[in-house]
């Protein structure tokens, strides 16, 4: 059975996703060329691999990059609303702008720890690129913090998808486009 065949609908194919990682990209260049030091992207591994790697191609600006680990869905498709960072930079981000970069945006759990941790390690300010935004499934709000914005690729109805760096049980994330996974292959 081929990798594709699991997959019931393509909702963001290959180049929309480039498209809008370009457009991303020029937003971002265009807030921070003016700032005295280069902004620290922190991709959240493993999901935001692919966005990250492409997202930096096209940033013309001077950028640091690393990565950090938040666990919250196993091997599930519902996030357990417990977040743990189980991976932390190695960058000091202290009087820093940090942009965390993640695939997606579901319950707000995970990103709220994530801005909380950066806060604590004393960025000066925490932004957030996100690929996916599933505000449907919003349980906590993101508060950002200092002058940090909120960049949005795609906003995402309630399906659970897979693809461009987004996985089921560590799997699907080389299919070039966003997908929604069939259910049989998860339930």
Same mark, same amino acid.
């Given at each position: 059975m081929s990798l594709h065949s699991h997959?019931?609908?393509? #909702?963001? +194919?290959?180049?929309?996703?480039?498209?809008?990682? &370009?457009? #991303?990209?020029?937003?971002?260049?265009?807030?921070?060329?003016?700032?005295?030091? +280069? +902004?620290?992207?922190? !991709?959240?591994?493993?999901?935001?691999?692919l966005f990250l790697a492409d997202l930096i191609r096209r940033i013309d600006l001077l950028v640091s990059v690393d990565f950090v680990r938040a666990d919250s869905y !196993? &091997?599930?498709?519902? &996030?357990n609303g417990a977040p743990r960072i189980s991976l932390d930079l190695k960058l000091d981000v202290k009087a820093k702008h940090v942009i965390v970069v993640e695939d997606i945006v579901?319950? !707000?759990?995970? #990103?709220?720890? #994530?801005?909380?941790?950066?806060?604590?390690?004393g960025a000066s300010s925490v932004s957030v690129c996100t690929l996916l935004d599933k505000p449907a499934r919003r349980k906590v709000e993101t508060k950002l913090v200092g002058q940090g914005k909120f960049y949005r690729g795609f906003e995402c109805r309630d399906h659970f998808v897979v693809g461009y760096g987004m996985d089921f049980a560590e799997m699907y994330r080389n299919l070039p486009y966003i997908g929604i996974l069939k259910p049989e292959i998860y339930n």
């Open positions: 997959i019931e609908q393509v #909702l963001f +194919p290959e180049d929309q996703i480039a498209e809008r990682v &370009s457009q #991303l990209a020029s937003e971002i260049t265009n807030d921070f060329k003016d700032e005295s030091q +280069p +902004p620290v992207l922190v !991709g959240v591994a493993t999901g935001a691999c !196993g &091997s599930g498709t519902i &996030s579901d319950t !707000g759990s995970t #990103l709220s720890c #994530l801005i909380a941790h950066m806060e604590s390690k």
